[in-house]
């Protein structure tokens, strides 16, 4: 069975410039997460699906974030304008009965 | 407010020796509590996971943790490390009926050859 799937793997881009993250979860998992983990500290939420409804976004800055999880399935995380502080890894996770699983992430740099 | 704390932040220990990760949790209820290692570059991987009933979990990779209600605490455990061991690991809580996750700050672990 495939894992949690993100792209890409890594991504440099300017600061002002729009980004954009992939994930697709392991099939069949309704529920799914994003979070941003910052450099020697834990995974923080940013957002919770379930199926095609974002159930929890207090803490995704929505001046410039914006998720979207289309069909239920696949999900898409954008930044627009990224800053410098936007610099961290974006981990995606898929949840099973109550574990849950995390793709191997997104390191994202903001010069 | 829950939480999850893992006090020691850096831990080395010498290959072939023990090894033990605190946690400690706050909430109301037990929670379900978890344990995952992320190696760099990579996601967070599972090792092992407490709902309920025996309280000394065997995950993969040679880890156990024990569950200890009395202390609050879910430590991970493992008898002989390997170079190889040398990550960072978190533990996590989420509570019955809700999907929300806690993570702890994560501890380091090196591996002295």
């Known amino acids: 069975e495939a894992g949690v799937v993100q792209s890409p793997r890594y991504k440099i881009i300017e600061k002002k410039q729009p980004v954009a993250f992939w994930c697709n979860p392991i099939?069949?998992?309704?529920?799914l997460y994003w979070y941003r983990q910052n450099l020697g500290q834990g995974p923080e939420l940013l957002i919770r699906?379930?199926?095609?409804?974002?159930?929890?976004d207090s803490q995704l800055p929505k001046d410039r974030f914006s998720a979207e999880r289309l069909k239920g399935v696949d999900s898409t995380l954008k930044i627009q304008p990224a800053e410098l502080g936007d610099s961290a890894v974006y981990l995606c996770?898929?949840?099973?009965?109550?574990?849950?699983?995390f793709g191997p992430g997104t390191r994202l740099t903001v010069t | 407010a829950q939480s999850v704390t893992q006090p020691d932040i850096h831990i080395t220990v010498s290959e072939g020796a023990s090894l033990e990760l605190r946690c400690n949790y706050s909430y109301g209820a037990t929670p379900y509590l978890f344990w995952y290692v992320q190696s760099p570059g990579q996601g967070l991987q599972l090792l092992l996971k407490y709902f309920s009933g025996d309280t000394l979990v065997q995950g993969i990779k040679g880890f156990e943790a024990e569950f200890k209600r009395s202390q609050s605490s879910f430590n991970l455990r493992k008898p002989s490390v390997h170079w190889s061991d040398a990550a960072e690991y978190f533990c996590a809580a989420v509570t019955s009926g809700t999907y929300k996750y806690i993570f702890g700050t994560g501890t380091r672990l090196k591996v002295l050859a």
């Open positions: 099939s069949g998992h309704n529920t």
């Open positions: 699906y379930e199926n095609e409804e974002a159930v929890d």
């Open positions: 996770a898929s949840r099973g009965t109550y574990e849950q699983y």
